[in-house]
């Protein structure tokens, strides 16, 4: 995969038909998005329940751009060999999920697959510079994580100012993680990211059978996102 920091849009399929998740990731990587993102949660790190290795192996045939994989997990480093083998393009961890970052970012990278150390809303930069060169991507949250349709939090545009900077010319992607529409992606995008998740914003109102929406949706954030970068 090629580094570049033009915007990517990400759609998370927490917020797709869950009985039709194949039909659901053809047609929005048809209608233009860049990423796919998978929310996995464990009902213990995060009050919600997702999607274990074999649904992320069964999500993986039907991905033909890059699975994005986000470990809302604790403990991590025991499950990541299983989802690299489930076939993610890119690994995220929590930094609050693990004792020992460097070593679990070391796993992800060792299992060949990019590295992402996401943040939580309350975690601030003070513990992350010494890891710089083991990151191809943070992850910000910008709502708590757990559950999608949250507002998003706008004391987070700081921190990812804050964190554009520490990167410097490094090729490590920012990604934004939560309460992204039309009026927060350019926000995100002048403080310095480049892949927006998005969820509610591009799954509502459309459908497999109305995948024009979806596409209608993607461009939506896109346009506004490029046009603050």
């Given at each position: 995969m090629t580094f570049d920091r033009s915007i990517?849009?990400?759609?998370?399929?927490?917020?797709?038909?869950?009985?039709?998740?194949?039909?659901?990731?053809?047609?929005?990587?048809?209608?233009?998005?860049d990423w796919v993102h998978v929310d996995v949660m464990d009902g213990h790190?995060?009050?919600?329940?997702?999607?274990?290795?074999?649904?992320?192996?069964?999500?993986?045939?039907?991905?033909?751009?890059?699975?994005?994989?986000?470990l809302m997990i604790a403990p991590v480093d025991q499950y990541i060999d299983a989802y690299a083998a489930a076939g993610a393009d890119y690994i995220s961890a929590h930094l609050e999920a693990t004792t020992h970052p460097h070593r679990?970012?070391?796993?992800?990278?060792?299992?060949?697959?990019?590295?992402?150390?996401?943040?939580?809303?309350?975690?601030?930069?003070?513990?992350?510079?010494?890891?710089l060169d083991m990151i191809d991507m943070f992850v910000v949250m910008t709502v708590n994580p757990g559950f999608g349709g949250q507002k998003f939090i706008h004391s987070q545009i700081d921190k990812v100012k804050k964190l554009r900077s520490l990167i410097g010319d490094r090729p490590i992607h920012i990604e934004i993680d939560g309460g992204i529409t039309t009026e927060t992606a350019p926000l995100m995008a002048a403080a310095g990211a480049d892949v927006l998740v998005a969820g509610s914003a591009v799954f509502?109102?459309?459908?497999?059978?109305k995948p024009e929406v979806y596409g209608k949706n993607i461009r939506a954030i896109r346009d506004a996102a490029s046009a603050a970068q």
């Open positions: 990517k849009i990400a759609p998370s399929i927490l917020s797709a038909d869950f009985a039709n998740f194949g039909q659901e990731i053809r047609a929005i990587e048809d209608q233009g998005c790190f995060v009050p919600n329940l997702t999607f274990g290795p074999p649904a992320v192996a069964a999500f993986r045939p039907h991905v033909k751009t890059v699975m994005d994989v986000h679990t970012l070391q796993a992800i990278r060792s299992a060949g697959v990019k590295s992402g150390l996401a943040l939580n809303p309350g975690t601030g930069l003070g513990d992350i510079e010494y890891l509502t109102g459309g459908s497999v059978d």
